[in-house]
T-cell receptor, first 114, second 113 residues
Framework: GAGVSQTPSNKVTEKGKYVELRCDPI?????LYWYRQSLGQGPEFLIY????????DSGLPNDRFFAVRPEGSVSTLKIQRTERGDSAVYLC????????????FGPGTRLTVL | AQSVTQLDSQVPVFEEAPVELRCNYS??????LFWYVQYPNQGLQLLLK??????LVKGINGFEAEFNKSQTSFHLRKPSVHISDTAEYFC???????????FGGGTRLMVKP
């Protein structure tokens, strides 16, 4: 079956602009995660959804970052007033939502803020 | 809080040689342990995971890892590497009280002919 998909694959924007990054999880997966991977580093957790609600948003760096999952499937990560330090690969993962379940990752969106 | 340390940022090795990629973690509670591989311009793919039971875990592509609780380590091994194993490898932990993964900084495995 289809894996996790993310769009766009690349996004270039200017400092101060607003961006939206989309994640389509594997069908039937109730848990959805966003991570951020800066150059040369491992992914860092941003936010986790169980169904439609954000179960843990402790990794969001500040209030410019926000994510939604209104129907419990597709999720959108929204970044306001982008800064150059936001440049990174944003990864989405999904899982069945059960304890210790495998998280399946999408290919990521590479965000570049000029 | 938990953290993961991958001691080697790069590991060069010749084809058909054995390899070990090191991973140490710290956590105040029990953890689940994972190794992911990332090929260029691709997403993370699960190699193997330790949840409980036997401390020696076998994964895909001939990789295995051993959980050592006393040394808080989860080193990844392969007895004979191939050129196609060239990739970035990430160790990750998840504690049994949460759902997010905490990743190490990654180890770039470079297999040379």
């Amino acid at each position: 079956g289809a894996g996790v998909s993310q769009t766009p694959s690349n996004k270039v924007t200017e400092k101060g602009k607003y961006v939206e990054l989309r994640c389509d999880p594997i069908s039937g997966h109730t848990a959805l995660y966003w991570y951020r991977q800066s150059l040369g580093q491992g992914p860092e957790f941003l936010i986790y959804f169980q169904g439609t609600g954000a179960a843990d948003d402790s990794g969001l760096p500040n209030d410019r970052f926000f994510a939604v999952r209104p129907e419990g499937s597709v999720s959108t990560l929204k970044i306001q007033r982008t800064e150059r330090g936001d440049s990174a690969v944003y990864l989405c993962a999904s899982s069945l939502g059960l304890d210790a379940d495998t998280q399946y990752f999408g290919p990521g969106t590479r965000l570049t803020v000029l | 809080a938990q953290s993961v340390t991958q001691l080697d940022s790069q590991v060069p090795v010749f084809e058909e040689a054995p390899v070990e990629l090191r991973c140490n973690y710290s956590s105040s509670v029990s953890v689940y342990l994972f190794w992911y591989v990332q090929y260029p311009n691709q997403g993370l793919q699960l190699l193997l995971k330790y949840l409980s039971g036997s401390t020696l875990v076998k994964g895909i592509n001939g990789f295995e890892a051993e959980f050592n609780k006393s040394q808080t380590s989860f080193h990844l091994r392969k007895p004979s590497v191939h050129i196609s194993d060239t990739a970035e490898y990430f160790c990750a932990v998840r504690n049994n009280a949460g759902n997010m993964l905490t990743f190490g900084g990654g180890t770039r495995l470079m297999v040379k002919p």
